[in-house]
């Protein structure tokens, strides 16, 4: 079983329609991190967060510790969001850690017009 | 500044040549890595370096050796490259900490025949 999971893998969806992006992880973590993969393969960094809920812009994440689960939501969705989203974790107790993480396997997101 | 840049962005390899990859930043981060990417895996830690001095293995080590040349650079030498070496390689850079952010290059793609 993969430590990170996140589902669905592929989600196509019209422009201005709401977006959910799931990511469950199954080890103690002390940071949990979003990122965005360009159709051109650059990857950002979205969100970092340990509890609660970040919002930038159109883009929401939240985290639930005790339920080992985190949601990335998108409004008013557009085509220029079409990216690929990767969860990855910072394990709290990872020998000789120095901030390794634990990718997903990432979810494809088109957005049409 | 350039954040992390790589060089080169292609390269084609026959089985047995060797190569090496460059990374630099100019962010005066500490830590630097070096990740591949395949199609359905999340991306696979290779080597990290914690600081100016220092490597460690990831996840997926062998057959590649990496060196930190200084702070701003740290390459990754394949010495007979394999087809199962095929992938797109990113490096990323961060501060010492668990509240920094991971900054990523642009990728590598490498396709070995």
């Known amino acids: 079983k993969n430590e990170v999971e996140q589902s669905p893998q592929n989600l196509t969806a019209q422009e201005g329609e709401f977006i959910t992006i799931n990511c469950s992880y199954s080890?103690?973590?002390?940071?949990l991190h979003w990122l965005q993969q360009h159709p051109g393969g650059g990857i950002v960094s979205l969100f970092m967060l340990s509890s609660g809920k970040k919002k930038h812009g159109r883009l929401i994440a939240t985290i639930n510790i005790q339920e080992k689960h985190s949601s990335l939501h998108i409004t008013a969705s557009h085509p220029r969001d079409s990216a690929v989203y990767i969860c990855?974790?910072?394990?709290?107790?990872?020998?000789?850690?120095?901030?390794?993480?634990?990718f997903g396997k990432g979810t494809k997101l088109s957005v049409k017009p | 500044n350039a954040g992390v840049t790589q060089t080169p962005k292609f390269q084609v390899l026959k089985t047995g040549q060797s190569m090496t990859l460059q990374c630099a930043q100019d962010?005066?981060?500490?830590?630097m890595y070096w990740y591949r990417q395949d199609p359905g895996m999340g991306l696979r830690l290779i080597y990290y370096s914690a600081s100016e001095g220092t490597t460690d293995k990831g996840e997926v080590p062998n057959g590649y050796n990496v060196s930190r040349l200084n702070k701003r650079e740290f390459s990754l030498r394949l010495e007979s490259a394999a087809p199962s070496q095929t992938s797109v390689y990113f490096c990323a850079s961060k501060l010492a900490g668990e509240v920094y952010e991971q900054y990523f290059g642009p990728g590598t793609r490498l396709t070995v025949t």
């Open positions: 962010m005066n981060h500490n830590s």
């Open positions: 080890v103690g973590i002390s940071a």
């Open positions: 990855a974790v910072k394990p709290s107790n990872y020998g000789g850690s120095q901030g390794n993480l634990i």
